[in-house]
């Protein structure tokens, strides 16, 4: 998608997760850095960088799957859904760490789209997701990786 950092699905089945890893030598990873940078440069006493918008936990395994697959795949493979969040999860938190050090190093506080800005960590709980399932499936199935992060 030209215009947001949302993702075409491409995951056709959760076996396929095990193939997927992070890689910070990759392209997208790289061009992030290059515009972090220069954002940091450029704005060095002039203006606060925030952190990449990330999409952490069911919002990361949505972009994976999509929205059909993901309610299906939430009544047929809770257990490899489970797997994916905790594998994206300790992703995001290594991510999130990484870009704070890296933020607190330049004398930039932490801040977001959200406009609110702090010099100790925080992030903004997020489940977009969690609008298309019940309370009690949410709660036992995607709360735990909000509260983890």
Not at 49 to 69: A, N, S
């Amino acid at each position: 998608m030209e215009d947001t950092s949302y993702i075409e699905p491409f995951l056709k089945d959760w076996s396929e997760l095990s193939e997927l890893a992070f890689d910070r030598d990759g392209a997208a990873f790289q061009a992030m850095e290059s515009l972090y940078d220069a954002f940091l440069d450029t704005g060095a006493g002039e203006f606060y960088v925030g952190h990449p918008d990330i999409h952490p936990g069911t919002d990361c395994l949505v972009g994976f799957r999509g929205h059909l697959e993901m309610n299906i795949d939430i009544l047929e493979y809770q257990d490899r859904i489970n797997a994916a969040l905790k594998l994206v999860t300790t992703t995001f938190v290594e991510l999130y760490d990484y870009y704070f050090d890296k933020l607190a190093a330049r004398g930039q506080a932490a801040t977001t789209w959200a406009g609110m800005v702090a010099r100790r960590k925080w992030h903004i709980a997020c489940s977009d997701f969690s609008c298309m399932i019940s309370t009690p499936m949410f709660e036992e199935l995607f709360l735990p990786s909000i509260v983890d992060r």
